[in-house]
Every structure is written in C-alpha cells, then in structure tokens.
C-alpha cells in the first residue's frame, strides 16, 4: 500500500484507464493509444500496451504505472522501475472474480480509493453462471487464426452466460488452430469480438460457411472494469440471441 494516494497515474491497459477515471476522475495523467474509455477522457498518450513509449512515459513524472502481466511487456515495467517509478501490476485473470479481485487490490490498495459502486454491482451481476446452452469457438484474431483457449477471463465471461468454449481444455490459453480445424468443430456458434481484431459482418464470418455466428463488443467480453456492469445485459442480449446470423 503506497504511503499516499498516487495523483499522478499512466495506466498502460485500457480496461484500467476505465476503471480508474471512473472511480476517480482526473487521476489519469496518460493512457495508451487504445484507451478508449471514458470516451472523454483527454491525457497525453503513450504508444500501444504492448510497445509503449517507455520515454513519454517518464516525461510524464507519474506517482505511479498501471500495467498487467499479460498485456505489458516485464522489460517496460522492469526499465519503469529501474528509473525509480512504481509500477502495479495486475494479474492475467483466469476468470471474472479473479479479475474483479484483481481491480479491488489497486482501486484500493494501490490508489487508496473508496471501493465503488460499480465494482459491486458487477461482482453481484457476475456472481451466478447460467446453465451451458451453447458450445463456441471464440477467435480474437485471423492472419493467423487465433482463438481463446484454457484459463481465460473472456471464456469465462461467456460460460457464465451459458456459451462453453469449444477450446477451454487446450493446453494452451490462445491457440492458434488451423483454419480447417476451426471449420470442423461441432459448435453451436462461432463468437467474434471486434477487438483485438475487428470482426464484421463481411470479414470473419465467411470462414465459417453454415456456421451460427454473432458479432460481440470485445470491450465488454475482454474488459475487466465498468463496463462489465453493462456488458452482462447486453451480451446476454445477443449470446445467441438478436443478433446472430449464418455465414454464408
């Protein structure tokens, strides 16, 4: 726990940045190109999660770094601290819980924050899993293919709303199968997020000819922050609801 509360924050992961301007406005003093969210929020950026500019980071004099052990590289957090700046570092989660557990220890041991209201609510929205409905390959990036595997906070996502991952026993935690082996799968649904790739309705869905897909907000399925309290509605909406189609 810091001695005083960091005023001064460059968060390095996107769903972070929400989740400390939400909490705490004005705290963010720099973010990542791809942080998005509050779609207000106005801070100097720092190149991408993965190759941040580790320069105008220090430029920038934060009390404190944001980062997470799977989204940022240990060489940037190592040359961080090695510069005398504090760097948190979150945990890959495996799962919802872990990851709002994850959240809780830096809103308020981190940053010594009031625990908010949303953290609350999306622990109770996320508390109870529904009965599996639905079997799913969840790809999150093609050129190569790219699907989510074992131990992983969007699988998890989708299994409490009743999706099982068709990948969730492979041995690793983001596979990269072949396309062929992706199109022989028996499922139920082919999930595609918009992010980290943008899947759209004329780009992921023909590689799966008479394959049931659906188009999801990667915010809402990778996202650990706020936007877990709207994500619940609005994918249980769509999982495999209103907005599934065929790939033709």
Known sequence: ???????????LVPSLTEAIETTAPGVI????????????????????SK???????????PDLVVANAEENRPEDVDRLRANGVPVWVTTAAVNVPDGLRSVRRLLTQGLGLTEPEWLV???SLWSKSVPVHSTAIIPVWRRPWVVIGRDTFAGDVLR???????YASH???????????LQA????????????????????PEAFPGKRYVLVSGRYLTWCGPSL???????????PGEAVGRGE
């Open 171 to 181: 041995e690793d935690r983001y596979p990269r199968p072949r396309l062929d082996e």
């Open 1 to 11: 726990m810091p001695v005083s509360s960091p005023a001064r924050v460059v968060s």
């Open 160 to 166: 409490r709303l009743g999706v099982a991952n068709a």
């Open 51 to 61: 190759y941040p500019d580790v320069d105008a980071v220090l430029n920038l004099e």
């Open 185 to 204: 799968q028996d499922v139920d649904l082919v999930v595609l997020p918009d992010e980290p790739y943008l899947f759209t309705d004329t780009d992921g």
């Open 121 to 123: 609510e999306a622990e």
């Open 29 to 48: 003093a720099g973010a990542t190109d791809y942080c998005t969210h509050p779609e207000k929020l106005d801070v100097p950026r720092v190149g991408g």
């Open 229 to 239: 309290v709207d994500a619940h509605a609005s994918l249980s909406r769509s999982l």
